[in-house]
């Protein structure tokens, strides 16, 4: 069996113990708030396009079910197996460290880029806030999905009560700290997403905003960084 | 060290912070059914782990056919571990979780395969309900197939006979010996003196992390039984009774312990027969003869002071 098979089984091992009924419930509950938000706000005579970038994209969908969606699934695609032993069943294979690393980062992205997407998206074409908004809103909630994931990867590989510790970071850091100072926006993804679903669909651009061209690619420098140090981490990883 | 060997420890130690989980650890190891025995927290499962590369060694090395076993992933397609926990990737079937396995060390068809070696532990292949189903028996025998898969030539096992009834307990022994048979190096580790006899095998004897002993079965449980052994004697005169085992010689040592006697021997058999007479003779009533040390853990301790 070739290395493209080994990845794929390793992907179906990861996928599969993702893909908890709670969760399901639970982040799929979470994504019908952008879709009622967006159903209310077509039904309101409020300016649809700034109330539903504001309230369905910029508050609730990159500051909340996008972090959540990619966190609870990215920290676990390693993090369960942390916890129940069952990484052992993964590692001891002859399969190079950054293919696991793959698998695990594509089981995670298969499950929360439709959670975070369609709700969103869905959301804002229910709202009425016209096609350009749609498109940014894809953008930047694929190009966040991606960063988070791969940040949230290696959280989970690497410490213990992943969960709090990325809802730290999301609430605190990308929450109050990253909106307020400039220095810490650098740092922050949200800021990235909500810069890049600003400058697409042509609206008001939040605080610390950074340039198109940057608002793509440090979420990427962040997304190939948090890899390679995953890669590192499990290579280096005492497995129970 | 032997040429021949497929494992090499050498002066192995490794710590967690304060702890040292083993301290200077060497031996090697060569085709066959090697048994690792040690109480529980002895160091067993360290070694094991340490043998697939699962964690480093502190200090020395460790070689597994021919190389060192952290690092070089290629080597992992030689190997095959049955670890101790019971966890496994509870929404699967039996059959799926070990054709997977098989996918990711690399074997042709791992399907058949997965159904093969399924078939051996007596798991039936066909079986839709997931593996959180399984009693721990199942699982231990899922693991093992999981293990095998691959057709490995190192095969680690880290007390795989928990959970087995006597009746799978001998299958699974049947099927060790078979392997080492073949001419693979098969390591078991076991804190149960009698099971790691049945193994027939060379033995380690892992305690508080120190390589306690080493060699054939039946040396090593010799040594066992020729070490020395305490004894409770409860009588109605403790006095009369211990001057008289002390006339005799018959004891290493005498101690009065209220109404009992307590006596060191290393022949408890000797002992047995010369109780009786200097009871007889002094008229003393034996009420109980127990050997206070027979259990696994003071063998064990017996063997750790005899290396000092």
Not at chain 1, 147 to 175: D, K, N, P, Q, T
Request: glycine share 10%; aromatic share 6%.
């Amino acid at each position: 069996m070739g290395g493209g098979g080994r990845v794929s089984a390793a992907f179906r091992l990861l996928f599969g113990s993702l893909m908890t009924r709670g969760r399901l419930l639970v982040l799929g509950a979470l994504g019908l708030i952008p879709v009622l938000l967006g159903l209310a706000l077509r039904a309101s005579e409020l300016d649809t396009l700034e109330a539903a970038h504001q309230a369905i994209v910029q508050a609730y969908g990159l500051g909340l079910l996008v972090p959540v969606v990619s966190l609870v699934f990215a920290s676990a695609a390693f993090g369960d197996a942390v916890d129940d032993r069952t990484l052992v069943y993964l590692w001891l294979k002859p399969v190079a460290r950054w293919k696991l690393v793959a698998a695990a980062m594509g089981a995670s992205l298969i499950v929360a880029l439709p959670l975070s997407v369609v709700p969103i998206a869905l959301g804002v074409s229910l709202s009425g806030a016209g096609s350009a908004l749609v498109r940014g809103a894809v953008f930047g909630t694929v190009i966040s999905v991606v960063a988070y994931c791969a940040l949230f990867l290696g959280l989970g590989l690497r410490v213990r009560r992943s969960l709090m510790w990325g809802l730290a970071y999301v609430l605190i850091w990308e929450g109050a700290v990253a909106r307020t100072a400039r220095g810490a926006a650098q740092l922050s993804v949200n800021v990235y997403a909500r810069s890049l679903v600003s400058r697409v669909a042509d609206v008001e651009l939040p605080r610390n905003a950074s340039g198109m061209a940057a608002a793509v690619i440090v979420p990427l420098v962040f997304t190939l960084v948090a890899l390679g140090v995953t890669v590192w981490w499990l290579s280096k990883a005492d497995v129970a | 060290m032997s040429t021949a060997s497929t494992i090499d420890v050498v002066s192995v130690t490794k710590w967690f912070g304060d702890v040292v989980a083993l301290s200077d650890v060497s031996f090697s190891v060569s085709a066959g059914v090697t048994a690792l025995l040690g109480p529980n927290g002895a160091g067993k499962s360290t070694m094991l782990r340490m043998l697939c590369g699962l964690t480093a060694p502190s200090r020395g090395t460790v070689r597994v056919l021919g190389v060192a076993p952290r690092g070089d992933v290629s080597l992992y397609r030689r190997i095959g571990l049955v670890p101790q926990q019971e966890s496994l990737f509870e929404g699967m079937t039996a059959y799926d979780f070990v054709t997977v396995s098989g996918e990711l060390a690399g074997a042709a068809d791992p399907g058949p395969k997965a159904a093969k070696w399924l078939e051996t532990v007596e798991l039936d292949p066909g079986d839709r309900r997931p593996i959180s189903t399984y009693s721990k028996g199942m699982r231990q025998r899922v693991k093992v197939a999981a293990a095998l898969v691959h057709d490995p030539e190192l095969v680690v096992l880290d007390e795989p006979l928990e959970g087995l009834d006597p009746r799978q307990r001998l299958r699974m022994i049947e099927l060790f010996r078979r392997l080492g048979s073949e001419g693979r190096t098969v390591i078991v580790s076991s804190h149960v003196l009698d099971e790691v006899e049945k193994f027939g095998s060379r033995v380690l004897v892992i305690v508080q992390g120190k390589l306690a002993a080493e060699g054939d079965f039946h040396a090593i449980r010799e040594l066992m039984e020729d070490r020395p052994h305490r004894v409770r004697v409860r009588c109605d005169d403790a006095r009369s009774l211990a001057a008289g085992l002390v006339e005799t010689g018959a004891a290493l040592g005498v101690r009065v312990d209220g109404e009992d006697v307590m006596v060191d021997t290393n022949q408890v058999g000797a002992l047995r027969r010369t109780l009786a007479s200097v009871a007889r003779e002094r008229g003393t009533r034996l009420y109980e003869v127990v050997p206070l040390d027979e259990d696994l853990e003071s063998v064990f301790r017996y063997l750790v002071e005899r290396r000092r």
